[in-house]
């Protein structure tokens, strides 16, 4: 990380990811434009048993639309969707349990889903992890660059003709506004040449994610594809960790915990 990009990401940060930052967005918040039915219409949200995600699917499910939530354990899965449907009075919210570091069972969960649903509106991709060590899934590649990247990829692709075959079909993809202090480096996607700092690999895979996210947009014009941050996010990754994150599925970069009142 160059000292240009880190003062360019430090700045940006406090203006914009703080409360300040919230404030100013906020004027131009008009909240009749959340008025809208979701009836008739499917969304499939991974990481959704906490969270950003778990929101997301709350907020959809309290409009009539079908949930399908992407998650890695079942039993909090099943939790999350029966406080949904308790909140919402909605029950079409599904659960699918897939791992995105593996990318063939990806892959397997992508084709099962298209010849069992006729339709998908929205793909939000909003899970992710970082793993502090360097660790290596059964494929032999490096976890953060498997879920982060890869799965997503996967993930994305498959649904692709499912989704060009639904009414105003859209992805959605949460990355971070972290992935400013790293460029893309297509040489060494899974970091194996340069040392391993869990941060700085978490912010190149938000990197590769939008940068993912354009050259779809580009091949795939009839979809509307989108890839956003968060702002600061108080999620169960950020209290679990000795550091709040900049992300709604990971860290990208790190600010102490007595900061944590001051952006709430």
Avoid at 74 to 96: D, F, L, P, Q
Avoid at 193 to 208: E, G, I, L
Wanted: glycine share 6%; net charge positive.
């Amino acid at each position: 990380m160059s000292l240009y990009r880190n003062i360019v990401w430090f700045i940006k940060g406090m203006r914009e990811y703080t409360r300040s930052g919230f404030e100013n967005a906020s004027k131009g918040f008009v909240e009749k434009d959340l008025d809208v039915s979701m009836v008739g219409r499917s969304f499939m949200i991974t990481g959704a048993n906490s969270g950003i995600g778990k929101a997301t699917a709350m907020a959809i499910a309290k409009k009539g639309g079908t949930v399908h939530i992407v998650c890695r354990n079942k039993e909090r899965a099943e939790k999350a969707r029966e406080e949904i449907i308790s909140a919402s009075g909605n029950t079409e919210v599904y659960v699918h349990v897939l791992d995105l570091s593996e990318a063939r069972k990806v892959w397997e969960f992508a084709e099962v889903f298209k010849k069992e649903h006729s339709s998908l509106n929205v793909l939000i991709n909003n899970a992710g992890c970082m793993v502090n060590q360097r660790e290596m899934n059964s494929d032999g590649l490096e976890k953060n660059f498997a879920t982060n990247t890869l799965g997503v990829y996967i993930l994305t692709k498959c649904l692709i003709p499912l989704l060009e075959n639904s009414r105003d079909p859209r992805v959605i993809t949460v990355s971070s506004g972290g992935m400013l202090v790293q460029k893309l480096n297509a040489d060494d996607l899974q970091t194996e040449r340069a040392q391993f700092d869990a941060t700085m690999v978490y912010a190149q895979n938000k990197r590769q994610q939008v940068v993912m996210t354009e050259v779809w947009a580009k091949a795939n014009p009839q979809i509307n594809f989108s890839v956003m941050h968060p702002g600061w996010a108080d999620t169960p990754a950020c209290l679990s960790s000795s550091s709040l994150v900049i992300s709604g599925s990971g860290c990208a970069q790190r600010l102490p915990r007595r900061c944590l009142s001051s952006i709430r």
